[in-house]
Nanobody, 126 residues
Framework: HVQLVESGGGSVRAGGSLRLSCEAS????????MAWFRQVPGKEREGVAA???????AYARSVKGRSTISRDNAKNTLYLQLDSLKPEDTAVYYC?????????????????????WGQGTQVTVS
């Protein structure tokens, strides 16, 4: 039974920071491409960042330089450090897991490429 459970969201002032976590279970976490997406009501789900099984990372232009994605394979946990937050970062943030080929092929920003999803955590920046 695959589970992805996000935590760490909350309300923060512009310029602040948050660290999101995603605990994974029920599959071979270390061999999967992992990603963070975000979604605002009425808009499509947007890829934020991804990390492949080897630790290679990719970021959306909107967060590049302000965020860091990382993974701890011993803890089956994915992280997203968000700094210099802006009101436009307000969204529900989701973690997702897909085959490593999704990351390696550069397809990580497509939500349909991912097999498993968490329930989301709200980030509000004011």
């Amino acid at each position: 039974h695959v589970q992805l459970v996000e935590s760490g969201g909350g309300s923060v002032r512009a310029g602040g920071s948050l660290r999101l976590s995603c605990e994974a279970s029920g599959y071979s976490y270390s061999s999967y491409c992992m990603a963070w997406f975000r979604q605002v009501p009425g808009k499509e789900r947007e890829g934020v960042a991804a990390i492949d099984a080897g630790g290679g990372t990719a970021y959306a232009r909107s967060v590049k330089g302000r965020s860091t994605i990382s993974r701890d394979n011993a803890k089956n946990t994915l992280y997203l450090q968000l700094d210099s937050l802006k009101p436009e970062d307000t969204a529900v943030y989701y973690c997702a897991a897909g085959l490593n080929s999704v990351c390696l092929s550069g397809s990580w920003s497509r939500p349909t490429a991912f097999n498993y999803w968490g329930q989301g955590t709200q980030v509000t920046v004011s």
